[in-house]
């Protein structure tokens, strides 16, 4: 962030309190992927477990106090900005008091909603973030992912009317925001200033005691996380290149389910060690949950033997 290292006790706080952020998104985020893909299997324990789960995670979420938290003005408009995006993706994930829309019209517009505040958060973030640091990367390309999921809504409706011209320049369209955003996250691995900016923060949660362990483990959960993000956009690109080719057709939307859903469920576990890893760094605790992520993720050999059978 461009306002680190003018005052060390600011920025370890800063990071304490978008950490506990992050991490409630984050397990709130895997228990509504977990739910989306099981919801018609759930047992009755099963549920209550998740229920348990996300109700504790609103309790840390509402927990949170930034106002009263001593940092500076740029830190907690950052935070403000990253909790109110958060507040409504919370809400989206809420299945216990907000379930999922069933037409398709008011999941559009619950879409919509969830975008335009994805966009406010992006334009406050960025403009605290060097340009080549690895966050602004990702929101970047986060960013263009977004246009390219609006532009996949409006394809299915389309397709729907068969609507062939209308579909083949919204298909051209959302493979270009996939693939531009699939050239951000290539573009941070590369980019040599990423890892500097990195240590930077991990010698901040840290009190300014690097190790070559902590260094090693720090750089390589990150370029993890940005390489399944990068295979993630990957497969709507490809999926938009059928719809192109074939137009709406069942065995390429299956590949396509099968493959965004694993790779989504090791982003969810990835994303949860990244998080454990900056809290365990402050010395902070937080209540031992499940990644659930890990109970849906196939084999190839599975998805083609359940096809079989």
């Not at 950490?19 to 509504?32: E, G, P, S």
């Not at 994930?93 to 966009?119: C, G, H, T, V």
């Amino acid at each position: 962030m461009i306002f680190f290292n003018k005052n060390p006790e600011h920025d370890k706080n800063f990071l304490e309190i978008q950490t506990k952020i992050n991490f409630c998104y984050w397990i709130a985020h895997d228990i509504d992927h977990f739910y989306q893909a099981s919801k018609d299997s759930l047992n009755t324990f099963e549920y209550t477990k998740l229920k348990n789960q996300l109700n504790e995670i609103f309790n840390i979420f509402e927990s949170i106090n930034i106002t009263k938290s001593d940092i500076s003005k740029n830190h907690k408009e950052c935070l403000y900005a990253l909790r109110n995006f958060t507040d409504s993706c919370l809400k989206d994930f809420d299945f216990i008091n907000n379930p999922k829309f069933q037409d398709s019209e008011s999941e559009e517009i619950n879409l919509l909603n969830l975008l335009y505040a994805e966009k406010n958060f992006h334009k406050i973030y960025l403009h605290h973030l060097y340009p080549k640091e690895m966050e602004a990367y990702v929101l970047r390309s986060f960013s263009l992912f977004s246009k390219g999921g609006e532009m996949l809504v409006n394809l299915a409706s389309e397709l729907e009317f068969q609507n062939h011209d209308k579909i083949e320049k919204l298909s051209i369209d959302a493979i270009k925001s996939f693939r531009l955003a699939r050239f951000e996250m290539e573009r941070a691995i590369k980019e040599p200033n990423v890892i500097e900016y990195l240590l930077d923060e991990l010698e901040i949660i840290s009190d300014g005691l690097l190790s070559e362990k902590d260094s090693k483990e720090f750089i390589e959960l990150n370029f993890d996380y940005l390489k399944l993000w990068k295979e993630y956009f990957l497969s709507f690109e490809r999926y938009c290149m059928d719809i192109q080719e074939e137009g709406e057709d069942e065995a390429c939307y299956e590949i396509f389910d099968f493959e965004s859903k694993n790779c989504l469920s090791y982003i969810n576990i990835l994303a949860y060690k990244i998080n454990m890893f900056y809290l365990k760094k402050m010395n902070i605790n937080m209540p031992h949950l499940e990644i659930f992520s890990e109970r849906i993720i196939k084999s190839p050999i599975d998805y083609i033997q359940n096809k079989r059978a």
